[in-house]
C-alpha cells in the first residue's frame, strides 16, 4: 500500500488512483510530491515528475534534503526528471489522448526495467499553460480515472494545479473526477466524485446540446 502525506497526515491509497492536488503556494506542491516521491525511491518503484525547470530543481533539492542520493537514482533510471514540456505535447498542444498514452508507455517501461509501481507527479498548470482549453483537460482527467481507476493500473498519478488561475467551474468539474483530492493543506477523499463512465456521458450530452443551440 503507498501512502501520501500531506501536513503531517498521510493517507493510505491504492496504485490505480490518480489525484488531484490544487495549491495556491508553491511549498505545497514540493513537499506533497517529494514526500510520495521519496517513499518510493526508498523502495522498488519508479519516481517520475515533469515540471518546469525551477520546480526540478526544488524538487532535487527535497530529495536530497533527505539524505537520498538523486544522481544515482537518475542514473538507475528509478527517477526520471523531466522540464521540457514538448515531452508530453503533442505539435505544441495539448492533447488528452496523446498525454494519456505518454502515462500507459511509462508504466510499460518501468514494468520492463523491474520496477513494481509508477509514481508520477505532473505540474499540470506548467504543461496546459496557453496550448488547451478547459474541455480538452477534462477530457484527459476523466480518461485518466477511467484507465488507472478502473483498469487497476500500477500507477499512482499527482496531477497539480494552482486554482488561482483556474476559472471556478473548471475546479468543480475536476473535483468530480478524482475519488482523492488535496487541497491546500488537507488530504480527503472527495465525496463529489463522479465515476468516468458517468462523466463522459454527462460530457457528450452537454457537447450535443451546445451543438444543437448553436453555443
Known sequence: MIELEVNGKRERIRPGLHICQLYNQRDELTHTAASLLRDGLRGSDKCYFAGPAERVADMRNALSGAQYDVEQALGTRQLQLVDDRDELLQNGRF???????????????????????????VDM???????????????????????????????????????????????????????????????????????????????????????????
Open 95 to 121: 492533447d488528452p489522448y496523446h498525454l494519456l498514452a505518454t502515462h500507459l508507455a511509462l508504466i510499460g517501461k518501468a514494468q520492463n526495467e523491474g520496477w513494481q509501481t509508477v509514481r508520477a507527479v
Open 125 to 215: 498548470g506548467w504543461l496546459v499553460q496557453d496550448v488547451t482549453t478547459p474541455d480538452q483537460i477534462l477530457k484527459y482527467e476523466a480518461a485518466s480515472d477511467a484507465v488507472f481507476t478502473f483498469q487497476s493500473r500500477p500507477i499512482v498519478a499527482l496531477l497539480q494545479y494552482n486554482y488561482a488561475e483556474l476559472p471556478g467551474e473548471l475546479v468543480v468539474e475536476l473535483l468530480k473526477l478524482h475519488p482523492i483530492a488535496v487541497v491546500g493543506r488537507f488530504i480527503k477523499r472527495n465525496p463529489y466524485y463522479v465515476n468516468a463512465e458517468d462523466y463522459t456521458v454527462k460530457m457528450i450530452r452537454r457537447t450535443q446540446q451546445s451543438q444543437a443551440t448553436g453555443g
